[in-house]
């Protein structure tokens, strides 16, 4: 073994994630180059998008260049501007906060439930002030916000809801497929989630309205997508605007896992299954706790992840499992704790979760492809740790 540790298993290393991959993704690859297009907006990219559309039942999805793009498209379109407030989770990718910093927004941070590690709706209305634009909830984990109750405070103090769904597609809240819930939608294909094609991501529009200034935003500001419908006969500069189309190389690839995202993603929920099972008992026994998946929410497995007692605990599980060739990460510096949260944003109300909850949360291997037996052995070592 080149690292010159002891492997006790004689298994490859767990890793953490794998890209997904269903084998398909060469010939669409190969497709997108043999059309002659592959700039943005080739068939692919449109297919990929009518989708979406159809799939969660949105008038428009317009894929990007990544979430972060597709959420700054959405700042855009809810003409978030200087010193205007957007009111999200601390516990969460900078991206969803930067969006609005980059707008001159201010970001503000509010606790979150323990249970799911979402925003905890019932601290949101005291965050509001005559500011406030937006409401950015974040589906953690797949499994949904409490939406119904963002949704009334968003309407009674006439506010845009954008779903941070980097991490939800193909989960739901109550039959509704995250980011098909707000104003706006934004979907994560980076290669950490259930369906990638490396960077990308994607933009559900709810309301029409928005969707020719969309179009015009993510085009340099130019309208070349009517054009390219042969809407109008030239192409002009119409607005202000950034590139935020993907490549048809990239959507090539990931429309290979949209035509097997039931079976993708049936995989990651067995596994998920299995792990929650098998562990199960040392949460009984009060030594870790599991992921709760509150009702009306069908999630999807985009992560499996466990709480230690506390951040020491978790040093050591991640190490005993190190040395045992498996791979296992927590994620996400609360923001508001951060240098640029502390510079560019503020927490409204105490942080009573957020770091606390943080410091425990590990995440163990989970990606299409990863076997039942991967599981069991991985479940074996943390209940192993725990002296079972
Ligand atoms: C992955 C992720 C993002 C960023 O997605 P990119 O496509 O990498 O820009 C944003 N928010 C959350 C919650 C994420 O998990």
Known sequence: MSSGKIHFTGHEKIRFNVPPFTGKEYEYIRQAVDNKKICGDGSFTKRAG?????????KKCLMTTSCTHATELAALLAQIGPGDEVI??????VSTANAFVLRGAVPVFVDIRPDTMNIDETLIEAAITEKTKAIVPVHYAGVSCEMDTILDIAKRHNLFVIEDAAQG???????????????????SFHETKNYSMGEGGAL???????IEKAEIYREKGTDRSKYYRGQVDKYRWQEFGSS????????????????????????RLARWQEYWS?????AQKGKI??????????????????????????????????????????HYVPLHSAPA?????????????????????????????LTADEVAFVAEKVKEFYGE
Request: glycine share 8%.
């Open 278 to 282: 098998l562990l199960a008992p040392l």
């Open 204 to 210: 559900l529009i709810q309301d029409s309205a928005y």
């Open 341 to 369: 949260g502390m510079k560019y944003g503020r927490m409204s109300g105490e942080d009573v979760y957020t770091t606390k909850e943080s410091e425990r949360l590990l995440r163990l291997p989970m990606y299409y492809g």
């Open 169 to 187: 597609v193909m989960a739901s809240y109550k039959g509704k497929p995250l980011g098909a819930i707000g104003d706006f939608g934004c979907y």
């Open 289 to 330: 706790e599991l992921p709760t998946v509150p009702e009306g929410c069908v999630h999807n497995a985009h992560m499996f992840y466990i709480k230690t007692a506390e951040e020491r605990e978790r040093a050591a599980l991640i190490d005993f499992l190190e040395a045992r060739d498996i791979v296992a990460v927590y």
């Open 88 to 93: 999200m989770p601390s516990f969460t990718f």
């Open 50 to 58: 009518e989708w979406f559309e159809k799939r969660t039942g949105t």
């Open 244 to 267: 935020y189309l993907p490549s048809e190389l990239n959507v090539a690839y990931l429309y290979a896992q949209l035509e097997e995202a039931e079976k993708i993603n049936e995989w």
